[in-house]
Each structure stands twice: as C-alpha cells, then as structure tokens.
C-alpha cells in the first residue's frame, strides 16, 4: 500500500461527510422554502406576496453565485453592450456580478447589524447587573 493511498481514502470521507452532512440538508431546506403548501402555514403569505419573496430569494441566490464564478481577469474586460454617447453599458456578465455584490453587501450587513444589537443587549444586561449589585449594597448600608 503506498503512502498516499490513507490520505486518499481520508480526503474522500471528509468529502462524503461534507455532501451528506452539509450541502444536501442545505438544498433540501431551500427547496422546501419555495413549497407553497409547507411556507404558508408557517408565515401565513399567500399569493403575490409569496411570489415576490421567492423570486428575491431565487435573484439573490443566483447572481450570489455569478459574483463568485464569472470572474475577469485584472485588465481583461466584459466587452460594454452597447456604447452611447461615450457611456458604455456594461454586458449581462458584469450587471448579474453587479446584482450579487450588492445582495452579498446587505448580507454582510444585516449581519453585522445583528452581531452589534446583539453586542449591545449583552452590554445593557450587564450594565444593569452591576446597577442593581451596587444600588442593592448601598442600599443594605444606609
């Protein structure tokens, strides 16, 4: 048995593990977000409603996914679709890689958005621990 043959079969579980446990459930659970009979007991939406918050989830996910894969090489260019009057309209490439980076961009900071206000109830709740310790032995002494 050669040497590399262990690292190999490690590889190929770690791998197996990572589809099995990760990247199938994934799928599955955004396939069932856009089952209508399974959503609308969960949130109530119906009609119009329902429609336009897949077609987000749907132009996010997608163009997310352009950004990452269709890239340009540093001084190589989509060729502009159409040039008027000197401006150049970008080609379909570069809008989608456009549309993503913004929808990876209020990604990001809804998250950062959560991890302060989450910071900030910590901070409050200890901040009233100590007011509440300190009100409580000045209280006990006078």
């Known amino acids: ?17 990572a589809i099995t446990g990760t990247i199938i459930p994934l799928t599955l659970g955004s396939m069932d977000s856009l089952d209508p009979n399974l959503i609308n007991r969960l949130t109530g939406e119906s009609g119009l409603e329902r429609l336009l918050n897949v077609v987000i989830m749907l132009v996010g996910t997608l163009t997310a996914l352009f950004y990452f894969r269709f890239t340009i090489r540093q001084g190589e260019g989509e060729a502009p679709l ?11 490439l570069t809008m989608l890689k456009g549309i993503g ?10 998250m950062y958005a959560g991890a302060v ?5 910590v901070l409050a709740e200890r901040v009233q621990f100590i007011w509440d310790t300190v009100t409580g032995i000045i209280g006990s002494i006078g």
């Open 1 to 17: 048995m050669r040497r590399s043959q262990p690292m190999g079969v490690g590889a190929a579980v770690i791998v197996g593990g």
């Open 101 to 110: 980076n913004g929808f990876i961009a209020v990604t990001f900071g809804v």
């Open 117 to 121: 206000a989450a910071t900030l109830i």
């Open 82 to 92: 159409v040039i008027i009057a000197g401006t150049s309209i970008p080609g379909p």
